[in-house]
Structure formats: C-alpha cells, structure tokens
C-alpha cells in the first residue's frame, strides 16, 4: 500500500523560510517523478516543483528561485524547501508521485500539510 505522509507545514511571517518533507512508503523512488502540488481556497491545484528520477527539476515560475525540491533515496523522502516566502505562498500543499510514463491521473497524493504566511 502507498503512503505519501507529509509535515513541515504552518504559520510563517513573509520573508520566512519552511521546510517541508514527504515520507514515501510501498513507491520505489526510482520509478515516479515526485513532485509538490498546492491548492489556495477558491483556486485549483497547481504544480509547484518537481524532480525526476534522474534529478532534473521542475519549477513554478512564481517560486523559481525561492524553493527548492530535493529527495533522498536513502530516506524514500522528498522535500521542499522554501524561502522568501509570500502571502500569496498560503496554501495546502501536497506531496505527488507519478509514475514514469504515466499522466498525473495516475499519480498518489499526500493528505496535504497547510502553510500560512502572514504577519
């Protein structure tokens, strides 16, 4: 069974940095392309960085140079590390792993970890 189980989330002032984790279980990292999603309230689900199996990374514009997604196999854990964080950053954030080859209907999600950025 495949578990994406995410932390790191919470409230953070603009200008603050988080970090955020996502412990795979029952995926071989090797085999998806693993990647962050998040959702704002009213707004869809959007692709906010990924990485493949070879280490090629993928980002949003709007977080390009600001984040940065990173895995380590030996933990079966990704993570995003962000900086410089905005308002506009609040979301739910989610951790994603799609199989190679297939599209993202195919793909396991995490239950989601919020972050709110606010003075």
């Known amino acids: 069974q495949v578990q994406l189980v995410e932390s790191g989330g919470g409230l953070v002032q603009p200008g603050g940095s988080l970090r955020l984790s996502c412990a795979a279980s029952?995926?071989?990292?090797?085999?998806?392309?693993m990647g962050w999603y998040r959702q704002a309230p009213g707004k869809q689900r959007e692709l906010v960085a990924a990485i493949t199996r070879g280490g090629t990374t993928n980002y949003a514009d709007n977080v390009k140079g600001r984040f940065t997604i990173s895995k380590d196999y030996a933990k079966n854990t990704e993570y995003l590390q962000m900086n410089s964080l905005k308002p506009e950053d609040t979301a739910v954030y989610y951790c994603?792993?799609?199989?190679?080859?297939?599209?993202?209907?195919?793909?396991?999600w995490g239950q989601g970890t919020q972050v709110t950025v606010s003075s």
């Open positions: 029952g995926i071989i990292f090797n085999g998806y392309v």
């Open positions: 994603n792993a799609r199989p190679m080859g297939k599209t993202v209907a195919y793909a396991y």
